[in-house]
């Protein structure tokens, strides 16, 4: 795929993008410049590895190895509850639109290769506990395990106030 093949890809999957973001609460960024760019790393991704693989990672090739970073990845509630933005800056927070301020640098959580393999080793005593809390919405009963509650449950779009610990 071309640069001048992608450009009419790119808006759609804009569009597509945005629909299905701002249906779960999410924002995509308003620099539309930078957020096609990134969609358009993710339509280089797809044609490449056969997944939208986050185009600011070093994804390993596999669908088995990236599916923790294929968009939205894994890490994008986490960033967005903590800094406003997710790691790419293809979302970020209301608050963080309004205030004006943009994408912040964010650290990478992703853990290495190595440090993932190593928490899937059988024997490790890891597979005996959860590596996540789970996280219930109150108001409807949807699961999440993760670090911390989504900012707004994608089901019924109540905030994370609403949000308890259902099993640490």
């Not at 299905?20 to 096609?36: F, I, Q, V, W």
Request: hydrophobic share 30%; glycine share 8%; proline share 8%.
């Amino acid at each position: 795929m071309t640069g001048s093949e992608i450009i009419p890809d790119v808006e759609r999957r804009y569009q597509e993008l945005n629909r299905d973001a701002e249906r779960g609460g999410y924002h995509l960024n308003p620099d539309l410049s930078m957020t096609k760019g990134l969609i358009e790393g993710l339509l280089i991704n797809k044609e490449r590895y056969g997944y939208e693989a986050c185009p600011c990672r070093l994804a390993f090739g596999t669908i088995e190895d990236d599916r923790d970073v294929i968009c939205p990845c894994d890490y994008r509630d986490p960033d967005l509850s903590e800094f406003g933005a997710c790691y790419c800056g293809l979302y970020l927070t209301g608050e963080k639109i309004a205030d004006g301020t943009g994408a912040p640098a964010i650290p990478e959580r992703r853990p290495s290769r190595s440090e993932r393999k190593a928490k899937q080793m059988p024997g490790s005593g890891q597979e005996k506990t959860l590596p996540y809390p789970v996280w219930r919405c109150k108001v409807c009963g949807y699961l999440a395990a993760r670090d911390a509650p989504p900012e707004v449950c994608p089901i019924c779009k109540a905030k994370k106030d609403r949000f308890e610990i259902f099993i640490s």
